[in-house]
Nanobody, 128 residues
Framework: QVQLVESGGGLVQTGGSLRLSCAAS????????MGWFRQAPGKEREFVAA????????YYADSVKGRFTMPRDSAKNTVYLQMNSLKPEDTAVYYC?????????????????????WGQGTQVTVSS
């Protein structure tokens, strides 16, 4: 089992920045990837960013490229989501996720069902 604890959400104005944190604990040695997803009211959960845990290769949704980054601290088993130039359409509950499935293609990083463990979610609200 892997436990994920997120923090850092809140209310910010358009154009502002927030940084989310996700600390993993438990059986993290089998982690192949970690990701961030978000879900707005009435919408499906969607991919935001992910990172290959061994190589550190990042992946981003087109909607956040150039604005969001996903740094990590491997020693602390912690990933972050640095969100800059925030827009009202970024408003959602943001979830951290961990995968222990092997990734044979980059497309797998984008799929909700590729992730085995999920955090509780943290609300991000961007006001216009």
């Amino acid at each position: 089992q892997v436990q994920l604890v997120e923090s850092g959400g809140g209310l910010v104005q358009t154009g502002g920045s927030l940084r989310l944190s996700c600390a993993a604990s438990g059986r993290t040695f089998s982690t192949t990837a970690m990701g961030w997803f978000r879900q707005a009211p009435g919408k499906e959960r969607e991919f935001v960013a992910a990172i290959n845990w061994s190589a550190g290769t990042p992946y981003y949704a087109d909607s956040v490229k150039g604005r969001f980054t996903m740094p990590r601290d491997s020693a602390k088993n912690t990933v972050y989501l640095q969100m800059n130039s925030l827009k009202p359409e970024d408003t959602a509950v943001y979830y951290c996720a961990a995968s222990q499935k092997p990734k044979y293609s980059s497309s797998r990083y984008y799929l909700v069902n590729e992730y085995d463990y999920w955090g509780q979610g943290t609300q991000v609200t961007v006001s216009s």
